[in-house]
């Protein structure tokens, strides 16, 4: 496995591979958990090489948000893409991804102003212009998202398909803890009474779930039954609760059409922001075909 910390490296190694040979990108900002290295382990199954990026990219970050409290650790990191059969690991430079003048934007309205986007204005373009940057580094064949972050990933497969770009666009479900709790990086930060009281956010949407596939269709009783779980913690700040639709994300204001609805929440708990999801009798959003 190789390590590279140099753009120019990177792109020497990139050119070393066969033309026939296919690569697989996993973009992370690190601190990989089971999530991620289920990313890991589709990319070794569906290409024949596998590069993993880590960057905390500092352009989907306002001044306000933890970007200096994210976690970070690399020999962690390391020892994760070696068992999951990684090739390339690549710890990005901020100097080399932005350099000095560097002015390009890459904005995906209105998919970027929705959900999260209304609360982190800026974020998901700064999502955009550091995974277009990957996508023209590594030319990648495939490229591999978690459903966890089911904003981005839209927004992602949206830049490939209306630029063209000749990249697939793989999206793998969501991953729990035997709790119920969406994994992601930022748990590290919580305190272990937050650690417990996030769990409102899972037991909200399950319970939704539940009522969805009791027969419930009405948005504002499903919107309820997962509230009313989530707010019963008082240590949770709820942020947003919406029913939408997969594709658009748009909500839905009235009832759930068959085909089923995405139930997203955001929430502030100890100070760090978490996400989850969860398909309304749709499955589970999980993707393998080409979006470009």
Known sequence: MKVLQSLAEVKEWRCSLAPDESLGLVPTMGTLHAGHRSLLAAAR???DRVALSIFVNPKQ???SEDLGAYPQHAEEDLESAAEEGVDLVWFTREEEMYPERFVTRVELLPLADRLCGKARPHHFGGVALVVLKLFNIFAPRRAYFGN????????IERMVADLNLDIEIVR???VREPDGIALSSRNLNLSREGRRSALAL????FAAGELHA???RDVSSLLLA?????RSEARVE???LELVDPTSLEPFDQVVPDGGALLLVAAMLDGVRLIDNLFLGGGDGSRDEGSG
């Open 61 to 63: 970050f306002a001044a």
């Open 238 to 240: 709820l942020e947003y």
């Open 148 to 155: 966890k972050d089911f904003q981005q990933a839209t927004i």
């Open 214 to 216: 009791g027969g419930e």
């Open 202 to 205: 899972s037991r909200g949407l």
């Open 172 to 174: 793998c479900p969501l």
């Open 45 to 47: 199954t569906g290409c």
């Open 226 to 230: 997962a509230s009313g779980v989530i």
